[in-house]
């Protein structure tokens, strides 16, 4: 019984895409947010609560890989045996306007952290990331 759960859980295909998914999880917004972007952020920042150089790398990685787990797994679930880059696109585009307009929205709402525009900016980043992050996990499902 307890092979069988691990089967399901750590199946090969959910494996693939949840590496993929880690990749662009975990890299896209450290080389949009450290290299890319950097200043335009500076210029948004109302009160910067960044860690900067000290971050804390072992948490880190591990919410990133518990996102992309997530994600995979819920991709799995939601595609049904569908799996191509269109669905995983609107997948993604979901998870993004959930994540970075939702929440984003509601931290503009309550913190004093970022202006409006910061915010928007940050919401368009996410969106398109975890976009990428479902056409990883599409082309994961689908070998």
């Known amino acids: ?9 750590f199946s090969k295909p959910r494996i693939i895409s949840t590496f993929a998914s880690f990749v662009v999880i975990y890299f896209f917004p450290w080389i949009f947010y450290a290299y890319l972007a950097v200043d335009f952020f500076e210029s948004q920042v109302i009160t910067d609560v960044s860690r900067g150089d000290d971050m804390l790398l072992l948490p880190l990685t591990l919410g990133c890989l518990i996102m992309a787990y997530l994600f995979s797994l819920i991709y799995e679930k939601w595609g049904l045996g569908s799996y191509n880059v269109r669905s995983g696109i609107q997948f993604g585009v979901l998870i993004g306007l959930f994540f970075g307009a939702g929440i984003g929205l509601v ?3 309550t913190e004093m952290r970022m202006t409006a525009t910061g915010h928007l900016v940050d919401a368009v980043f996410w969106v398109v990331t975890y976009a990428v992050t479902g056409v990883m996990a599409s082309i994961a499902y689908k070998r």
């Open 1 to 9: 019984m307890f092979n069988q759960i691990l089967k399901i859980i």
């Open 107 to 109: 931290m503009y709402g």
